[in-house]
């Protein structure tokens, strides 16, 4: 499992460097690819607050409408 776990990590580090390294070329600096891996980083984060607060609100209704059946049938 600790293999996994660090090869895992590893791939992570080299594929950020990659795109990094990507943007540097394009951009032409790396304060310019940093803005950039910024504004992407910023986006996913936006990305999967919205689905994690989509999931909780769907969670609460099902809950509730479990609750209010289970209360009927009393």
Do not use: K
């Amino acid at each position: 499992m600790g293999r996994f776990l660090s090869g895992l990590i590893v791939l992570i580090a080299a594929i950020f460097l990659i795109i990094l390294l990507y943007f540097r070329i394009v951009e032409g600096s790396f304060e310019e690819a940093g803005a950039r891996m910024d504004v992407l980083l910023g986006a996913a984060a936006e990305e999967t607050e919205e689905a994690a607060g989509t999931i909780a609100r769907e969670t609460d209704e099902a809950v509730d409408e479990t609750m209010r059946e289970l209360n009927d049938d009393n």
